[in-house]
């Protein structure tokens, strides 16, 4: 019979055995759900247009579909692990403009700051522009592929 410290010990190898699966899980989720926000705004670009100008944001024919293009853009390349720190720059910018310009309008408190989905979307954004997409990912076969040692997983 093994010791409690054995089996925690196990235990921690087995979840250090599947790093990989944490950030893979949340490109393919947080990915898709910005690019089916794209492809939504696109489909329907009078609608996003007549949004932004709702919203008073400047001129709303080309900042609307370019925001949903980053949208659509940002949320492939995240679920597919391709540049996922580079297309995090984007992401950032795009959230940071409609926290701004839109979202923070209500804000009356502190708290109120929190109840907003803007400042989680630009932390998950800053973690992946930080750490990076993770061992399975299209940059980190890149990686491998062209010799690049980045001393980790990308």
Known sequence: MKSVVDQCTALLR??????????????????YFWFETGW???????GAIQRFVGWGLPYPEFTAPFSAATELVGGALLM?????????????????????????????AFDDFFDLDEPLYIVVFLWFLIAGPGRVSLDTWLAKTLGIDTGKAI
């Open 40 to 46: 939504a705004k696109l489909h329907n670009l009078d």
């Open 14 to 31: 087995l979840a250090r055995s599947l790093d990989w699966l944490g950030p893979l899980s949340v490109r393919l989720v947080f990915g």
């Open 80 to 108: 597919l692990g391709l540049f996922t720190r580079l297309i995090s720059i984007p992401m950032i910018i795009n959230m940071v403009v409609a926290l701004l310009t839109v979202a923070i309008k209500p804000v009356a």
